[in-house]
């Protein structure tokens, strides 16, 4: 994204959300990345940390935003501490109430909810369970080996998107990739399928989720390659190629 240099100064970012009645605005740092979703929200601030706010407690407890705060909501941005201090370039959440995040490695972390294996670290949650600190993401053993670490974790990537109950991530050399929801949920408005792409259909009425990232292919069965974006909704996916 192109920015001149009044982008640097303090800048006012308002914030249409479900949980307010009017605008509000949200007073910020300059920032390199911003994406808002269902409930929560997020930015890369200039420092290259990422900052969240919106909804931190379901069901299941408080911890959503991955802050240590035990708040219902966070009106304010929130910083948040990456596990091994790595400096973070892009941070997705989309429609979603998860957090994607790209780091400047070419690694990806994700948390927020879970409960469809939409973070993507090899586990699916409660319903409404969530993950509350950033965790990477695993690749499944289909991926290539130039973009899977020594642990199992994706590498080389470098742009990520959060959907509403998966993610998407796009690779070095063009190649997409997705984990999370593929299937129902739990109710009859989820009753979505094939949101990942990866070639498998589940049966009408079962859940089908992929908490470990895996490629989109085409029709005849290729993984689709040469993606330059992605936007991703509630149970559709597009890519630009």
């Not at 390199?32 to 919106?54: E, F, H, Q």
């Not at 929130?78 to 941070?91: C, F, R, T, V, Y």
């Not at 399928?193 to 009408?204: E, R």
Request: hydrophobic share 40%.
């Amino acid at each position: 994204m192109k920015r001149n240099r009044h982008s640097l100064q303090k800048l006012k970012i308002l914030i249409l959300g479900f949980l307010f009645l009017f605008p509000i605005l949200v007073q910020a740092q300059n920032y390199l990345s911003i994406s808002g979703g269902r409930y929560v929200s997020s930015m890369i601030g200039t420092d290259m940390k990422a900052y969240v706010w919106g909804l931190n407690k379901t069901n299941v407890g408080s911890g959503l935003l991955g802050t240590s705060g035990t708040n219902q909501f966070y009106p304010t941005p929130q910083a948040i501490d990456m596990p091994d201090g790595d400096s973070l370039k892009q941070i997705s959440s989309a429609s979603g109430m998860h957090f994607v995040a790209l780091d400047k490695n070419g690694k990806v972390w994700a948390w927020g909810l879970n409960d469809a294996g939409q973070c993507g670290n090899g586990t699916v949650a409660v319903q409404y369970g969530f993950i509350s600190t950033p965790t990477q993401v695993k690749a499944s053993a289909n991926i290539n080996a130039f973009n899977i670490d020594a642990h199992g974790y994706l590498i080389h990537v470098k742009a990520v998107y959060a959907g509403s109950v998966n993610s998407f991530a796009i690779l070095e050399n063009g190649d997409l990739v997705s984990w999370g929801a593929n299937g129902k949920l739990y109710s009859a408005l989820d009753d979505a399928y094939g949101m990942l792409g990866n070639g498998t259909l589940p049966i009408s009425g079962t859940t089908d989720n992929h908490p470990e990232a895996d490629y989109v292919k085409k029709s005849d069965g290729i993984v689709l390659n040469g993606v330059t974006q992605i936007s991703a909704g509630d149970n559709g996916v597009y890519a630009l190629v």
